[in-house]
């Protein structure tokens, strides 16, 4: 059964604005050239943030079958709900990524024209200075194509593996839910296209809001909860101080070698580059593999040592503003933990009483920046010792790697399985969680699965002490930030 638009009830004007931005624009794909194979560059697993799926997690990525875990429960148990939360696919750069490599660009430019010719054509800032800019402003973090390809990919293998969850029956119940930014709600359209021509292969794809199940629903409270903290508004987002170790490891000395064999290798002046060009120029081989499936120019301006030490420089921020450097950066999440919590309590209590799981499936698509506090909130990826400007070389085999924890696409998905052979009502009911499609171990036990009740007694206290309002709240005297 079909839904008319009129379902889209209670969406504030924004959010709704921004949802029929992202669906025209999904009908109307932008013109810029996308990519027709897939390149591999000895780089590509030091991109961070900007790392493909496919070269970071799930090296199947680009195979609609997926790749079953033998971690996964067997058919003892059956799922009976699912809670993803997915990060956004491949997306194009922002402006301002897109204005520093246009300086870039012209800087090269320049000096191309100063040289008279006398470089001659081979060099490699003459290369750079010849390749095409693909980007424009506009374009501005937008999803492409790649990364819709990303969301109808992992739609199918997660439909594949609990084919009971994403039944034909059940499309109707599936509940999903975005981040307002037109590369989340793109990418929940593509990810409920692709489970509609799934379940309904007969027909033609309607208009995403005429599905019976609706379109994602905006909540920006739940899927950027970092804009809506105060306390980490004022003590990180907007805190000069707070990113101190980022800075200073841009001008430490393994950014100024790095610094000084590009000015070389591009023949311009040493001080006409700086750390954030040269990120920016790393970056560009990375967005022109994903988008484009290029190799470029760009990607010859760095070797692997260049590369760990710049993923180095994107794990900094991340850690720091995103990860275990400041306590508000995870406790700002404890409301969209106890989201996913409520929805498993929900299906137990409706298990119990014979009652059929009204959301079967909740399918939620943020950021990077979403699930990055959520798995340090959890407790995973924490290194022994903080990562600072001064111990890259301590900190080489680091666990906390974002590429390989929140590449493009990445999903951290709850199971909760109901088990009829139980032996005790309390192993009725047990869960498991995957990441980027594979198990993940119980960071306080390293245990494949968890006896629901369990699980919910180790994070009791992030579930019943962990109140938003009060840990985004500033305080009254202007402390300074904790660090951890």
Known sequence: MLRGPGSLVGVSVAPAAALAVALLSSVSRCSLPEQTGREVS??????????RYEDAAYKEASSEEPRRDRSLLDEACTPVQLVALIRH????????????????????????AGQDGAGGGGDLGAALADWPLWYEDWVDGQLVEKGRQDMRQLALRLASLFPTLFSRENYGRLQLVSSSKHRCVESGVAFLNALWQLCHPEMPLPDVTEME????????????????????????ENNDTALYHVEAFKTGPEMQNILKKVAATLQVPVNSLNADLIQVAFFTCSFDLAIKGVKSPWCDVFDTDDGKVL??????????????????????????????FQHLDKAVEQKKRSQPVSSPVILQFGHAETLL?????????????PLTAYNYKEQINRKFRSGLIVPYASNLVFVLYHCKNARTPKEEFQVQMLLNEKVLPLAHSQETVSLYEDLKNHYKDILQSCHTSQECKLPKVNNTSDEL
Not at 42 to 51: A, D, E, R
């Open 89 to 112: 696919g491949t997306r194009y750069p922002t402006a301002k990524q897109i204005r520093k490599l246009r300086q870039l660009h012209e800087l090269l430019q320049a000096g191309r």
């Open 311 to 340: 993923e180095y420089l994107n794990d900094l921020k991340q850690y720091w503003k995103r990860g275990y450097g400041y306590a508000i950066n995870s406790r700002s999440s404890c409301g969209l933990f106890q989201d996913i």
């Open 42 to 51: 000895p780089l590509s697993s030091y991109f961070g943030t900007k790392t």
């Open 213 to 236: 199940c609706g379109p994602p629903r905006i909540n920006d409270k739940l899927m950027r909860f970092f804009d809506h903290c105060e306390k980490f508004s004022s003590e990180v």
């Open 373 to 385: 506090p959520l798995l340090s909130l959890m407790g995973y990826f924490k290194d022994k010792e």
